[in-house]
């Protein structure tokens, strides 16, 4: 069964860094565009990055500058790199993937808590 799997959530203080991971058991190279998600207590989803899979990279306003997507094909993981973290940053963060191969579906990770401390 094909899934995805973030890693490297925890606890850090504000300006600090985290690099979250996202591993799928489907091969990276079937992968139409990947994207990462966060969701704050009481508020909605939002999206925070994208990466197609030609490479190029969008993102939210409020990450511009910060936040970096990139993806590691030798891991098979799409990651995002979190500088200068804000309390605000704080939310549990979803991988998201829309696969075209071999045939077209998406898949949701089970999220990770990042918790960023004033």
């Known amino acids: 069964q094909v899934q995805l799997a973030e890693s490297g959530g925890g606890l850090v203080q504000a300006g600090g860094s985290l690099r979250l991971s996202c591993a799928g058991s489907?091969?990276?190279?079937?992968?139409?565009?990947m994207e990462w998600y966060r969701q704050a207590p009481n508020e909605e989803r939002e999206l925070v990055a994208r990466?197609?899979?030609?490479?190029?990279?969008s993102y939210a306003d409020f990450v511009q500058g910060r936040f970096t997507i990139s993806r590691d094909n030798a891991k098979n993981t799409f990651d995002l790199e979190m500088n200068g973290l804000k309390p605000e940053d704080t939310g549990v963060y979803y991988c998201?993937?829309?696969?075209?191969?071999?045939?077209?579906?998406?898949?949701w990770g089970q999220g990770t808590q990042v918790t960023v401390s004033s």
């Open positions: 990466m197609l899979n030609g490479g190029n990279t």
């Open positions: 489907g091969s990276i190279f079937n992968i139409n565009y």
């Open positions: 998201y993937a829309v696969y075209w191969r071999p045939r077209v579906y998406d898949l």
